[in-house]
């Protein structure tokens, strides 16, 4: 990942650890403390693999075992953070390990983004979903009135990315990851999107086969950072599916589905929007929906609830601006383009979708 003023990489595989003892020695001596952030279920499941592969290193890290998933993203586990790793003694020459999801990642990143103004951190993620997360700096905690709404821009020193560690994934967290996946194929390349929409057990792929494809997602993701990090501009595309998804995802309280989930049916949102704005043909948007249904992502919530349901938080997304609707459209699959929408078109895309 390039950006103007520093440079990191991300590492994909099973002997990524590895790296520690290698590449990353130096990186690890230069601190005085290192401390890992664990998502519970990960250290109960792989804690063993990280701290051994940090011991190799001549690392003995302290360990700070948060709640799993979206609940260590919150303003009490954020600042128990801060003050275990005070009580400890970690100063600015410290370096944080996140260890975990998306979740784990945000919470880590911000926690080190704002500890005495500023500390170091590495990101281990151990999601599909991750691919997206871990890479570009977007650090964020929740407050009850929103999700993401404190944080800040906070670049990682690098990214680990081990992909045994998947082998544990609830099947529902793995859809969830290959959401994204499609979401970055479809603004990106035509001929990629297709042939993931055609690809034989979608959901449960081999490491090879996941291994190169998060790389492509990756890449994609890196490049877009490294043209706009603090999304003036072309960073808002990898936001496609996003505005509808999230209102999905608050009306469902955050945890009926996943992210991913939800991210689905902002996609087919959008698509339907791309018939109407762009060139997208409804025969792809249907080929869409097939592969979706094949591959157990739901749409109840598209049945179960009224535009009005939405609505309220179509409105609230951060990229909403004075009560205008800002949608990531395609013009055509790989050309993403940023589409204003008023409320009555919003309201007949939904029953387009319905
Ligand atoms: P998550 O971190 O919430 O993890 C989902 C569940 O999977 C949790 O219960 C967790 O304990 C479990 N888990 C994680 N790794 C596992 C493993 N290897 N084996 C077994 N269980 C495991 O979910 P996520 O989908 O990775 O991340 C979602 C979060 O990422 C959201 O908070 C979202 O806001 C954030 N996000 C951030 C960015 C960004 O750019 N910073 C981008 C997209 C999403
Ligand atoms: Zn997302």
């Known amino acids: ?29 230069s601190a005085d403390q290192i401390g890992i952030i664990a998502d519970e279920t990960v250290a109960k499941h792989h804690l063993p693999v990280l701290c051994n592969a940090l011991q190799q290193a001549g690392v003995e890290p302290k360990l700070k075992v948060v709640p799993s998933g979206e609940q260590c993203k919150t303003a009490e586990v954020y600042i128990d953070c801060q003050s275990y790793f005070l009580r400890e003694n970690f100063t600015r020459q410290s370096i944080l390990i996140a260890f975990g999801g998306g979740a784990c990642g945000d919470l880590t990143g911000f926690v080190a983004a704002t500890y005495m103004r500023g500390i170091r951190f590495i990101q ?17 905690i929740n407050l009850p009135e929103g999700k993401n709404m404190v944080g800040s821009f906070h670049q990682p020193s690098a990214v680990l990315f081990h992909t045994d560690l998947f082998q544990t994934l609830p099947p529902r967290e793995m859809r969830s990851g290959l959401a994204e996946l499609v979401k970055h194929a479809f603004i990106s390349d035509a001929d990629w999107s297709y042939e993931l929409l055609r690809k034989e057990n979608f959901t449960s792929p081999s490491v090879e086969w996941l291994s190169t494809e998060l790389l492509k997602g990756i890449q994609v993701k890196a490049d877009i950072v490294a043209e706009d990090t603090f999304e003036h501009s072309s960073r808002k595309f990898l936001n496609f599916g996003h505005t509808f998804g999230h209102a999905v995802e608050a009306v469902y309280g955050y945890g009926g589905l996943s992210h991913g989930e939800c991210v689905v049916i902002g996609m087919v949102y959008s698509l339907i929007a791309s018939e109407q704005y762009g060139e997208i043909e409804s025969s792809f948007t249907n080929e869409f929906i097939d592969f979706a249904k094949a591959n157990g992502y739901p749409f109840e919530p598209v049945h179960e609830h009224s535009f009005e349901a939405f609505l309220p938080y179509m409105l609230k997304d951060k990229k909403a601006t004075f009560g205008n609707m800002h949608f990531i459209l395609l013009q055509n699959l790989g050309l993403p383009f940023v589409q204003q929408m008023t409320i009555p078109v919003c309201h007949q895309i939904f029953d387009e979708l319905k």
């Open 124 to 140: 281990c993620p151990t999601t599909i979903l991750s691919h997206d997360s871990a890479v570009g700096g977007k650090t964020a």
């Open 1 to 29: 990942v390039q950006l103007a003023d520093l440079q990191y990489d991300v590492h994909i595989g099973s002997d990524v650890y590895d790296l520690f003892s290698t590449k990353y020695r130096q990186l690890l001596s």
